[in-house]
């Protein structure tokens, strides 16, 4: 296999993890962003659970936003897990060529192929991650400020 292959495999199953990650989490990041944003009236985040799943159900209430969550983890997650991967994977080749123990990686490079990967994912995440916060949101406001998303790529377009 081509090293482009192994990488595209890697990011795969690395969105994938995520979007799992995020299926079980999304609920709890809804609540977060309605109870740190302005006007919120909740006490903790069992009544925030309560009220958000109360008056907007667990679809529109809970996993409001969930299609953002899951374009986030296809574009933050698999490059940020995806390209350390093959990163590490590219040094412990280099080790095994200059006939070193594969694993005898130095912190300082593992902690650059961290902040290179990190850093290409939030870069091209940071979109998503917009759209997420705006889409788990967008109930809170007055029905006359409320934009209605359609999804996730209605959300970045406006």
Avoid at 74 to 96: D, M, P, T, V
Avoid at 103 to 123: R, V
Avoid at 131 to 148: E, G, H, I
Wanted: proline share 3%; hydrophobic share 40%; aromatic share 6%.
């Amino acid at each position: 296999m081509t090293a482009a292959g192994a990488l595209i495999i890697k990011m795969v199953i690395a969105a994938f993890s995520g979007m799992g990650a995020a299926t079980v989490c999304h609920p709890l990041d809804v609540i977060r962003v309605q109870m740190q944003t302005s006007g919120s009236t909740y006490n903790s985040a069992g009544d925030a659970a309560r009220g958000i799943y109360k008056n907007d159900g667990l679809k529109d209430g809970l996993y409001a936003g969930v299609s953002a969550a899951y374009l986030r983890q296809w574009l933050y997650g698999s490059c940020r897990i995806g390209i350390y991967a093959y990163l590490l994977e590219n040094a412990q080749n280099a080790n095994i060529a200059a006939g070193l123990e594969k694993n005898a990686i130095p912190l300082s490079s593992k902690m650059l192929m961290g902040l290179t990967s990190g850093g290409i994912g939030s870069f091209i995440g940071t979109p998503s991650e917009l759209a997420l916060v705006r889409m788990s949101n967008d109930k809170k406001l007055p029905v006359d400020q409320r934009r209605n998303y359609k999804g996730v790529g209605n959300c970045i377009a406006r």
